[in-house]
């Protein structure tokens, strides 16, 4: 079974810093997806970037970047210029690939703050 | 831009009651997912189903709960007789291909009292 494990239960930035929140994930499995998800105060869960595990290039999205380390089982957020709008919970999140089923196990979430 | 719908957006209910969470996944997709979020808690996967069929279906996912694809478009999870625990945010994901993003409805907030 797959496990994801986000140590940073909270996190606060400056709007205009930078701030990177930490994943990592424990599997067996060699072919998978990562992802990070935004969940701001409405709950709705908007998809903010994805990486494929068997890409070496690290997964940019706008001020949205990652840090992909295979070898150490390591997928943490970049986030630049941090906005007002980037304040909600983040979930990292493992996709391994199958021809069915494909759930996605989650971690338990960094509650970041962007403060003025 | 396509996007997945969930109805209701908010569903209060007395405990052993049954009810009926509704999603429409986006039209092309082919694999469709229910998942729950505790109240500050994490998301946990309920239930997979492709080709009509469940594929994968979770721990917490007992005789209790049932999904349906009854006519094509809409995607449902039934709770036969609710607990006060399966108070929580009900979200309904799909996905293309296996290869591709699962995306998410806005959620269901069940409320059993």
């Known amino acids: 079974a797959q496990t994801v494990t986000q140590s940073q239960p909270e996190m606060s930035v400056q709007e205009a810093e930078t701030v990177t929140l930490s994943c990592t994930y424990d599997t067996s499995e060699n072919n998978y997806y990562l992802f990070w998800y935004k969940q701001p105060p409405s709950r709705q869960m908007i998809l903010v970037i994805r990486?494929?595990?068997?890409?070496?290039q690290n997964a940019t999205e706008n001020r949205f970047s990652v840090n992909f380390q295979k070898a150490a089982k390591s997928f943490s957020l970049k986030i630049s210029d941090s906005q007002l709008g980037d304040t909600a919970m983040y979930f990292c999140?493992?996709?391994?690939?199958?021809?069915?089923?494909?759930?996605?196990?989650f971690g338990t979430g960094t509650q970041l703050k962007v403060e003025l | 831009e396509p996007e997945v719908t969930q109805t209701p957006s908010h569903q209060v209910t007395q405990m052993g009651q049954e009810v009926i969470l509704r999603c429409v996944p986006i039209s092309n997709h082919l694999y469709f997912y229910w998942y729950r979020q505790i109240l500050g808690q994490k998301v946990e996967f309920l239930v997979s189903?492709?080709?009509?069929?469940?594929?994968?279906k979770s721990e917490i996912f007992d005789d209790q709960f049932s999904v349906e694809r009854p006519d094509g478009s809409n995607f449902t999870l039934k709770i036969r007789s609710t607990k006060l625990e399966d108070s929580a945010m009900y979200f309904c994901a799909s996905l293309r291909t296996y290869q591709e993003t699962q995306y998410f409805g806005p959620g269901t907030r069940l409320l059993v009292l």
């Open positions: 990486q494929e595990a068997y890409k070496q």
């Open positions: 999140a493992f996709m391994k690939l199958s021809g069915g089923g494909n759930k996605l196990t």
């Open positions: 189903f492709y080709n009509n069929e469940i594929s994968e």
